[in-house]
């Protein structure tokens, strides 16, 4: 508790500080059919956001915003890694052949991705400035079949809220005390 008290971005950023600052830029929202990266202005995406009512809304994850020469980069002066987690082995590859590290993600109610193993086996941190996030954070070990089960992987999407409505419930009570998740 407490990792990010000091933070300018806890006070700094909202709607109307970011729209006037940075509403401008593109940010990621999505990708096409081809996996080229979607992007819309920031203003009209928060526009979005306050307007939408979509079952599954879009949501912003642009691993760019803090790039050296990207408009976006005094973000990054708001927000510190948390001493807990300033050990980082990729910094030791060049920024260059680095993979992506740190991204940016907004977004209203009911958006998210769906269950996911992060790449690389990274360790990702998360910070929430306004809002809440949903975890189910598996042990290893658990069969990937217990975590996506068959009648989840057969529907035509595979929506993050519906996960946690639907799936969520009936996966913990078929899964041993030793695979429930956090």
Not at 46 to 73: I, N
Not at 74 to 81: F, K
Not at 88 to 112: A, I, T
Request: net charge neutral; charged share 30%; with cysteine.
């Amino acid at each position: 508790r407490g990792a990010m008290d000091s933070w300018p971005a806890m006070t700094k950023w909202d709607i109307p500080y970011l729209r006037s600052r940075f509403g401008s830029q593109r940010v990621k929202c999505g990708e096409d059919d081809d996996g080229n990266k979607v992007k819309i202005r920031l203003d009209h995406f928060l526009r979005y956001m306050q307007d939408q009512r979509d079952d599954s809304p879009l949501y912003v994850f642009d691993a760019d915003y803090g790039d050296e020469g990207r408009e976006t980069r005094p973000l990054l002066d708001d927000i510190q890694v948390p001493s807990y987690f300033t050990e980082d082995l990729f910094q030791h590859v060049g920024e260059d052949r680095r993979p992506p590290y740190r991204w940016m993600l907004l977004g209203p109610k009911r958006s998210g991705s769906s269950i996911h193993i992060d790449p690389l086996a990274t360790s990702a941190w998360n910070a929430i400035i306004s809002g809440r996030k949903r975890w189910a954070i598996f042990p290893p070990g658990t069969p990937r079949s217990a975590v996506k089960p068959q009648r989840w992987l057969d529907r035509p999407d595979h929506e993050a809220i519906d996960w946690f409505l639907w799936e969520l419930e009936s996966i913990k009570k078929s899964l041993p005390p030793h695979q429930q998740p956090l």
